[in-house]
């Protein structure tokens, strides 16, 4: 069982910088992959990116790629989303995920943090 708690949302400008956290409970973060979504209002989910347990991975959706960093530090049960050159098609609430290391689906998940980019 993974309990997920993302934070650091807000309001930013256009072009401005934003991280969020998310922070993990348990004691073996590193056999979860995390990844990172997000929705607007009105539109369906949309996959932002990914980590591999041990960070040796990433990957990112075409529209963030460039702008936004995954990161992770397993010693404190932490992920992170970087995120740059914020523009406001980026605005919606951002959610971490985690999922066991093979395994497709992603079981676990966080309340969400809004962030909100005005022009």
């Known amino acids: 069982q993974v309990q997920l708690v993302e934070s650091g949302g807000g309001l930013v400008q256009a072009g401005g910088s934003l991280r969020l956290s998310c922070a993990a409970s348990?004691?073996?973060?590193?056999?979860?992959?995390m990844g990172w979504f997000r929705q607007a209002p009105g539109k369906e989910q949309e996959f932002v990116g990914r980590?591999?347990?041990?960070?040796?991975?990433?990957s990112y959706a075409d529209s963030v790629k460039g702008r936004f960093t995954i990161s992770r530090d397993n010693g404190k049960n932490t992920g992170y989303l970087q995120m740059n050159s914020l523009k406001p098609e980026d605005t919606a609430v951002y959610y971490c995920?985690?999922?066991?290391?093979?395994?497709?689906?992603?079981?676990?998940w966080g309340q969400g943090t809004q962030v909100t980019v005005s022009s």
């Open positions: 995920a985690a999922r066991v290391v093979g395994v497709t689906t992603y079981r676990y």
């Open positions: 348990g004691r073996t973060f590193d056999s979860y992959d």
């Open positions: 980590i591999s347990g041990r960070g040796g991975s990433t």
